[in-house]
């Protein structure tokens, strides 16, 4: 294991549900990232938390919400999905503030809109 | 633009058998490159990290070279194993960003092996 945890692993959930993702890191980091990875597609970045504060968000529609609580949980709010939003979603931490360091990614949840 | 461009897009080889997989990148300014395993349904592994000055980096069984002049990286894995079997991900960082470390990294497509038995 990473050091990043998701969950659930999977989900399936229909244009109308409202559901959440999680992730947990405990590498004592403080910085976390949402990624989305299509088929075929490269990951892009969703969204970023530095020390419990959104600095980024790239253009993300607003059926995603994301929340920080602590610098340690990462929680992605979904509502309203559409079935082009099924894709794998990604949390990962990184220790910012020492340059251009890397991320630690987690196993990722599998997303199925229907 | 600031691309990378991985090649080729999918692979197959036998077990034993040792391969290299193709990275180039148009990304400006550069700070390093990173190549990246991900198993099937599970998130990216990083395997080595290059800044500007490093010409090759070994993993085990994972050497990755750069050549920064021609902008061009190659992941060389050698004796593959059955595990092997996953996408490599080449990923450029433009440096820290707005969104911090993360926030300017240019991500390929992967190239995906399939080692055969």
């Known amino acids: 294991e990473t050091g990043v945890t998701q969950t659930p692993r999977h989900l399936v959930m229909g244009m109308t549900n409202k559901k959440s993702l999680k992730c947990e890191q405990h590498?004592?980091?403080?910085?976390m990232y949402w990624y989305k990875q299509s088929a075929k597609k490269p990951l892009e970045l969703m969204f970023v938390?530095?020390?419990?504060?959104?600095?980024e968000n790239n253009s993300v529609p607003s059926r995603f919400s994301p929340e920080c609580p602590n610098s340690s949980h990462l929680f992605l709010h979904l509502h309203t999905l559409q079935p082009e939003d099924s894709a794998l979603y990604l949390c990962a931490s990184s220790q910012e503030g020492r340059g251009d360091t890397e991320a630690f990614f987690g196993q990722g949840t599998r997303l199925t809109v229907v | 633009k600031n691309q990378v461009e991985q090649s080729p897009q999918s692979l197959i080889i036998l077990e034993g058998k040792n391969c290299t997989l193709q990275c180039n990148y148009t990304v400006s300014p550069f700070s390093n490159l990173r190549w990246y395993k991900q198993d099937t349904g599970r998130g990216p592994v990083s395997l080595t990290i290059?800044?500007?000055?490093?010409n090759t980096k070994s993993n085990g069984r994972y050497t990755a070279t750069l050549d920064a002049d021609t902008k061009q990286s190659s992941l060389h894995i050698t004796a593959s194993q059955l595990s092997d079997s996953a996408s490599y991900i080449c990923v450029v960082s433009a440096g820290v960003g707005y969104g911090g470390s993360q926030g300017n990294l240019i991500f390929g497509k992967g190239t995906k092996l399939s080692v055969k038995p």
């Open positions: 290059m800044t500007f000055s490093e």
């Open positions: 938390y530095s020390l419990e504060e959104r600095v």
């Open positions: 590498l004592g980091h403080n910085a």
